[in-house]
């Protein structure tokens, strides 16, 4: 184990090498609870290394995907520590609460031994409740369904049903599985197959939406986020990893999607008409869906109001971008991103939550999902037919293709730049701080 290796190395059982040791587990720990859970590669780094500076180490972080190594240096000497970490997981709890303990002891308001027993609380948060997830993936899906245009009550009710009861198959996946896409995946194949029993039984005339509404509240944005902001930072094989973890489980959702359509022998229209939502049950659907994003993301109860109003103040903007100046989807949620970047950098940053995870669920009703599902069928179906496919079916999957790639990049866009504008003057805001000495400038 590291720190047995590292007890190796120090000197006998002295006085100032327990206390080194201590130190160390303090800084591993902190290091695994932020980087598996959704917390930025560079702000993971800067805690850990102001952490190191407050406890009198030097410390250099070199993330990978599954592990963080770790240079630290003391009186004694250096040493290379590795320890197992996957960012796979993403919970603003653990994070808000690990960032907590790393400023208190950067100040010096909390010792060694309580920070360690804060820590490892830490990693005792249990989950959500499986009432809370349930409830708020049906509630969440629902809302989408709104904003992408179902009208009918029976219609949002279906949708949510479907979306609850993959929750539920989820978390039972969770229990008995180890492997992170069988959960993605059944709860796809479940949202699938009961679209192709809605379509067959004529419950819903909108079937793209009883069955994709379901898969969309399970796109692994801040995934995608958190690979991007590491390609920007040069971080290219930990971005590539983390976007190509995020893609494979995108595929893993088509798979159990069009798959459980197959079932009934239903697939997805290429193409589908746009129904014009209304600005205040759009605004108000997409209030919601923020809601829902914010509870699979472990956001206390406290904070989640603050994504909602920032996710509709930006849902707002886009509807004004489209329904009034009349510029395409893609314009609409650039729009919508630079406002939730601008406003949630700064945000994020006091709050010490993550900012994939807190502008993602801001954003979350932007997702182009019903076009990313819709080439996904079209592909399947240009396969199917092979040379008895016609111009259109060709057409309209490249076009829906084109306009999920377009969207994810300007959302991407218009989440990152603001952040990266915005960092240099935190920055120089930080150096002004008159209790700078004392505190991490995280």
């Known amino acids: ?26 800084i591993l720990l902190s290091a695994r ?3 598996s859970n959704g917390q930025t590669t560079e702000r993971t780094v800067v805690a850990v290394e102001q952490l190191a500076q407050a406890l009198g180490l030097r410390v250099t972080v070199f993330p990978r995907w599954g592990e963080l190594i770790l240079c630290i240096d003391s009186d004694t000497g250096s040493r290379y520590e590795i320890i197992a970490a996957a960012p796979l997981g993403v919970d603003m709890s653990k994070v808000a609460a690990t960032m907590s303990v790393i400023d208190k002891v950067c ?3 909390m010792d060694i031994e309580a920070a360690r027993s804060a820590l490892q609380a830490v990693t005792r948060f249990p989950p959500v409740s499986l009432a809370r997830f349930a409830l708020m993936t049906g509630a969440g899906a629902a809302a989408l369904g ?31 599985s180890r492997n992170v896409f069988v959960q993605p995946f059944s709860a796809a194949l479940l949202a699938g197959v009961l679209g192709a029993i809605a379509a067959r039984l004529e419950l819903s005339s909108v079937l793209h939406l009883v ?16 690979g991007t902001i590491d390609l920007a930072r040069a971080r290219v094989a930990l971005g590539a990893s983390r976007i190509g973890y995020a893609s494979l489980i995108i595929l893993m959702i088509c798979m159990g999607l069009l798959l459980g359509l197959s ?3 239903v697939s997805l229209p290429v193409s589908g008409p746009s129904y014009p939502v209304p600005l205040k049950y759009d605004v108000i659907a997409a209030g ?15 904070m989640v109001p603050i994504p909602v109003v920032i996710g509709m103040l930006a849902h707002a903007a886009r509807w004004a971008t489209i329904s009034v100046a009349g510029a395409g989807v893609e314009t609409g949620a650039l729009v919508a991103c630079l406002v939730v970047g601008t406003i949630v950098s700064p945000i994020a940053d006091r709050l010490r939550l993550p900012f994939a995870a807190f502008a993602f669920a801001s954003v979350v009703s932007l997702l182009p999902g019903v076009f990313l599902f819709r080439m996904a069928g079209g592909f399947v179906s240009l396969t199917a037919r092979a040379g008895s496919a016609s111009p259109e079916l060709l057409v309209h999957t490249i076009a829906d293709g084109t306009t999920a790639f377009l969207i994810i990049l300007v959302m991407t866009f218009g989440l990152i730049v603001p952040r990266m504008c915005i960092k240099p003057f935190q920055r120089s805001l930080a150096k002004l701080n008159p209790r700078g000495s004392s505190e991490c400038k995280l």
């Open 1 to 26: 184990m590291p720190l047995a290796a590292y007890r190796s190395f120090c000197a006998g059982p002295t006085a100032e090498s327990v206390a080194l040791v201590g130190d160390v587990d303090l």
């Open 33 to 35: 609870v932020l980087f």
């Open 107 to 109: 100040a010096g308001r």
């Open 146 to 176: 709104v904003i992408f245009g179902a009208a009918h009550a029976h219609t949002l009710i279906l949708i949510a049903l479907s979306a609850g009861a993959g929750a539920c198959l989820r978390r039972w996946f969770a229990v008995i």
């Open 211 to 226: 069955a994709v509404c379901p898969c969309m509240v399970l796109i692994p944005g801040p995934h995608l986020l958190n």
């Open 288 to 302: 919601v869906a923020v809601a829902a994003y914010s509870t699979f993301f472990a956001m206390p109860w406290r």
């Open 263 to 265: 079932f009934g022998a």
